[in-house]
């Protein structure tokens, strides 16, 4: 096996990055990508080169994200984070109208009469990320950091990682309110998402009215005003691919940069081919914000499901398992036009080749500019 520890790094001059005991030599976090693109091998490169992979646990049994862990810790001895889904309630228990139940069974119905590679349609459900359990498999593997998307861990999860997990908690925000409340419960670090972002918006409601969810508050506005107002370090995310970026995003306060769409095409990344086809052949002119293909808003390139879905509605996760087939049966007739293409609105940057050359990149351009 080869040796994935390297030596420790010569002072490049360029901050590392501190939440609690964990110090990453580089101020670079891969962001955790559930579904698929995010694996052992995308987590032990990064590390490897000196920054922080994260594990993405959303979607996961807690048996399998336990394997998963086994998997990445055979592959590396550098720190690594988890991060998990707080799915929030479910928004059909609280339906007295039937008004959601009604626009959910209207959503099938459209999507039962496209032609999607003669798939069906899946049963829309309710899952509450097993959370708890996943928590007891972290106390086992104890990852470096722990982080959360789409709401508020309260006190009571924040205490747990703390005792149990040992290990700083990393909340997801997207605007100032959240990171007011991510504090109160004892947050350690905040990622900051902005509306650049690829794939799910952090929101923690996903607000019907609004077409993405929330307001729409560019990442440097956010830094700029979150780091201000908090003493926890603030990660940056959202259109962030070079290292000239992540310099800015530093300047406006923040400790690190989260970059997602930058390592959807890095050969170690799970990204399936027709995702890759699109980033890179650049199949597609645009990205949207859209409720289509998971039933909460996610930036995704532009196409025709996308596009024939604008108005779908902010029923997650059901609507996730609902299109769940659909995307399967695309993906295997590799047809990119009926597959969650998350991008952000970087992603005409996007690379590929290894992961190691993609850090390395960053690092030299973090070191002398691009
Ligand atoms: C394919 C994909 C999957 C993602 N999955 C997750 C996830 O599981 N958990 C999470 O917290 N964020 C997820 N994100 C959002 C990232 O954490 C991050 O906010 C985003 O990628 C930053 O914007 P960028 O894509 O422009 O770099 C995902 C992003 C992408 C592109």
Do not use: M, Y
């Given at each position: 096996m080869p040796d994935r520890h390297g030596p420790d790094r010569v002072d490049t001059g360029i901050p590392s990055l501190t939440i609690g005991d964990l110090t990453v030599a580089l101020p670079i976090v891969c962001a955790p990508m559930?579904?698929?693109?995010?694996t052992p091998a995308l987590v032990a490169e990064v590390g490897a080169a000196g920054g922080l992979g994260m594990v993405a646990a959303g979607y996961l049994s807690a048996a399998a994200l336990s394997e998963l862990l086994d998997d990445v810790e055979g592959r590396t001895d550098r720190p690594y984070g988890v991060n998990l889904f707080?799915?929030?309630?479910?928004?059909?228990?609280?339906d007295p109208s039937g008004l959601r139940a009604r626009a959910l069974a209207d959503y099938r119905s459209e999507l039962a009469?496209?032609?999607?590679?003669?798939a069906e349609p899946g049963d829309p459900r309710y899952s509450d990320e097993e959370v708890a359990d996943k928590i007891t498999v972290l106390a086992a593997h104890r990852p470096a950091l722990v982080s959360v998307t789409f709401g508020d861990p309260g006190p009571a999860v924040v205490g747990r990682v703390h005792e149990e997990v040992g290990a700083p908690v990393a909340v997801t925000v997207t605007s100032l309110a959240e990171a007011g409340v991510a504090i109160d419960s004892g947050a350690d670090a905040l990622i900051v998402q902005g509306i650049?972002?690829?794939?799910?918006?952090?929101?923690w409601i996903d607000d019907p009215a609004l077409s993405a969810g929330g307001p729409r508050v560019p990442t440097a506005d956010l830094v700029r005003t979150i780091s201000a107002a908090v003493d926890v370090p603030v990660i940056a995310a959202g259109g962030v691919t070079d290292g000239a970026a992540i310099r800015s995003m530093m300047s406006l306060g923040a400790a690190a940069a989260q970059l997602g769409t930058a390592f959807l095409?890095?050969?170690?990344?799970?990204?399936?081919t027709p995702h890759r086809r699109a980033l890179l052949g650049r199949i597609y002119t645009d990205t949207v914000i859209t409720?289509?293909?998971?039933?909460r808003s996610a930036r995704s390139l532009r196409n025709d499901f996308a596009m024939r879905h604008?108005?779908?509605?902010?029923l997650y996760p059901h609507i996730h398992h609902l299109t769940k087939p659909l995307r399967a049966a695309a993906t295997a007739a590799d047809?990119?036009?009926?597959?969650?293409l998350w991008a952000g609105?970087?992603?005409?940057?996007v690379t590929d080749g290894p992961a190691a050359d993609l850090m390395a990149r960053l690092t030299a351009e973090l070191i002398d500019g691009p």
């Open positions: 559930a579904g698929g693109p995010t707080l799915s929030g309630p479910d928004p059909l228990a609280d009469a496209e032609d999607r590679h003669g650049e972002a690829g794939g799910h918006r952090g929101v095409c890095c050969d170690e990344a799970g990204t399936s409720r289509a293909f998971s039933g604008l108005d779908a509605p902010a047809d990119p036009d009926g597959i969650n609105t970087g992603w005409r940057a």
